[in-house]
């Protein structure tokens, strides 16, 4: 019996192994596949022009990639600033401050926001943020804008990754160990102090990986983001002008490829140029997670 639970844990143990490399291996293929594909234009056209031009011409041969690059930084660059503070003070006040009722009420209708369907937003940013951007707020900067803006885009996605930053931020709140603010509270420390001293502070490597999460979707969110942005390919000088993130030029154009086979691999060169932004920047969001993580253990 003794060597049937060994071989049994030993079975477990190799197929989770092989699980994890299986996971591993089929990041390298995605990574691999949409190289291959772009391959032609990266030795049609030199890397540096690919990503420093702002020419994007696919009938004549020119793919400059440098706006949708911007317009992509630019909008969850702004959907991070706007959506952070919000989800946690409301993750603060859900947690700490809160009563049961109030919780019960509001952590459903937080998942629901974050099972509706990107299109739906999309909507309600046509309908509501860029009306309000076009006749209300953009008159008081500049001469004319459509609404169909940098700034849309942004609080449109914000709005869509407020629920899933608050979601990870209340378990990462609740997963400090009770006997902390107790001991903080009996010290005489009022709840913001407690809050402020003890909770962020042991909280804050978890609040950073829910920005990386949540920058990470911001990153490759397509059709709510597709229908307020303008779609207008040139740099965004100002959140009132229009913009064009890549995943919104993928989705665009992926069905006029087949004809121009350039224009295929300028299309798979930019989501794989979308696919290595994201690792890059959860590499490096990683690195800084553990030195975080170093600086700020009790």
């Not at 004319?144 to 378990?171: D, K, N």
């Not at 740099?235 to 004809?259: K, Q, R």
Request: hydrophobic share 55%; proline share 5%.
């Amino acid at each position: 019996m003794r060597k049937i639970r060994l071989a049994k844990d030993r079975i477990a143990r190799y197929l989770m192994l092989g699980i994890a490399i299986f996971t591993i291996l089929f990041l390298l293929i995605i990574g691999l596949s949409l190289f291959f594909k772009a391959l032609p234009i990266i030795r049609e056209k030199s890397l540096w022009v690919l990503l420093t031009s702002v020419n994007w011409k696919p009938f004549k041969g020119d793919f400059g990639f440098l706006p949708f690059i911007l317009s992509t930084f630019y909008v969850s660059l702004i959907a991070i600033i706007i959506a952070l503070p919000f989800s946690i003070l409301t993750s603060i006040y859900l947690n700490t401050y809160a009563s049961k009722t109030i919780c019960r009420f509001f952590e459903p209708v937080v998942d629901l926001l974050s099972g509706i369907p990107p299109v739906i937003y999309g909507v309600w940013g046509t309908l509501t943020i860029v009306p309000l951007i076009a006749n209300k707020i953009a008159p008081k900067f500049v001469e004319f804008s459509t609404g169909y803006t940098v700034l849309a885009g942004g609080v449109v996605l914000a709005v869509m990754i407020i629920p899933l930053l608050i979601s990870i931020m209340l378990e990462v709140f609740r997963s400090i160990p009770q006997e902390i603010t107790d001991a903080s509270l009996s010290l005489g420390a009022t709840k913001w102090q407690t809050v402020k001293r003890v909770i962020l502070r042991k909280s804050f490597p978890g609040i950073i990986a829910a920005t990386v999460l949540a920058l990470s979707r911001a990153f490759g969110e397509t059709m709510a983001v597709l229908m307020v942005c303008g779609n207008i390919t040139q740099i965004p000088h100002s959140v009132f002008d229009a913009c064009y993130p890549l995943p919104a030029l993928i989705a665009n154009n992926y069905g006029e490829m087949l004809s121009m086979p350039s224009y295929e691999s300028a299309l798979m060169f930019s989501a794989f140029l979308l696919f290595i932004i994201v690792v890059i920047f959860n590499g490096l969001s990683r690195f800084t997670l553990i030195q975080i993580e170093k600086r700020y253990q009790f």
